[in-house]
Every structure is written in C-alpha cells, then in structure tokens.
C-alpha cells in the first residue's frame, strides 16, 4: 500500500533522526576506542546512511524492488546531498559571512527536501505497471486466427468460417 506524502515526508525526518543518533553514537565510541578522527568519522557517516537506506527502503517508502539498484541510486543522492551541503555551507561561511555553525544550520532544511524528493521520486520510485500491449489505432484488428501455410512460405490468414483469404 502507497504511503502518503505527508506520511512519507515524516516517515523520513524520523529515519533522519536515527541516522543522527547512530552516526554520533559511532563517532563516539570510535573515538574512545583511539580510532583517528576522520577514520572514525567515516565509518559513523557509512553506518549512518545503511541504517537510514534499510528503514527508508523498508519504512519510509516500502519499497519491494531490486535492492542492488535502490541501493546505487540512494549512494548517488547521498553524495549529492553532501554535495550540496558542502556548497551550501561554504556559501554560508565565505559569501554571507555566517558563523559555521549558523551556516551548517541553513544547509539542513533544503538539502533534507532535496534528498527527500530524491528519494521518493527516484532512489525507491515505484515499480512501473506492466504497459498494456501497444495497438496502432490506424491498422484494423485481423480477422480470424494467422497460421504459416508451410507449402507456399506466405502468411495466410483463416477464415472464421474455414477458408483461406491471402494477406
């Protein structure tokens, strides 16, 4: 069943919510463990987006399709998300002169809608209907059923009534 975009949008802040808390937990332990802080940053960023990939594929969007390609498309919005966020924060810092943290708080309300709309129009879209079979509204349905007549190589159609007619 179809989810609604109210109810998706929600969905989607709350499995944010969690990436936070599973990112910040990670960081936290690897550095008490001694790990390097950009190592650890990375690994609390990577555990971030698989927890955030399994609940918003499953919860947020319930989506059923293929998982390796879900899985690429949702890599591709995440960097294009940290892309921006990037771009966004510079532009904060360096052209409007904002402190970082003030910047960084500006960059998470339009990158949050465009992973989003991301998100629920490609990374877990849903699957397409089956296209009905195509039919050329200038060429008429054929009459009776088509058959190969082996002895002359030529398509004949059957008549309904037995007979042959020459296509």
Not at 54 to 77: C, D, E, K, Q
Not at 94 to 120: D, E, N, W
Request: aromatic share 8%.
């Amino acid at each position: 069943m179809a989810r609604s975009l109210p109810s998706q949008f929600w969905r989607f802040m709350a499995v944010g919510a969690t990436n936070t808390a599973v990112t910040l937990a990670t960081y936290a332990a690897a550095l008490l463990a001694g790990a390097p802080y950009l190592l650890a940053g990375a690994v609390a960023f990577v555990l971030g987006a698989l927890n955030g990939f399994a609940l918003n594929r499953t919860w947020t969007f319930a989506h059923a399709g293929p998982l390796g390609p879900a899985g690429a498309r949702y890599a591709a919005v995440q960097l294009l998300g940290l892309g921006t966020d990037l771009a966004m924060l510079r532009l904060g810092v360096r052209g409007l002169g904002l402190a970082h943290l003030p910047a960084q708080v500006a960059a998470v309300a339009p990158v949050t809608l465009l992973t989003f709309v991301l998100s629920r129009t490609w990374t877990f879209r849903p699957a397409p209907s089956p296209a009905p079979h195509p039919v050329d509204p200038a060429r008429p349905a054929p009459r009776g059923r088509r058959r190969l007549d082996h002895r002359r190589l030529t398509l004949r159609r059957r008549r309904p009534h037995g007979g042959f007619a020459r296509s």
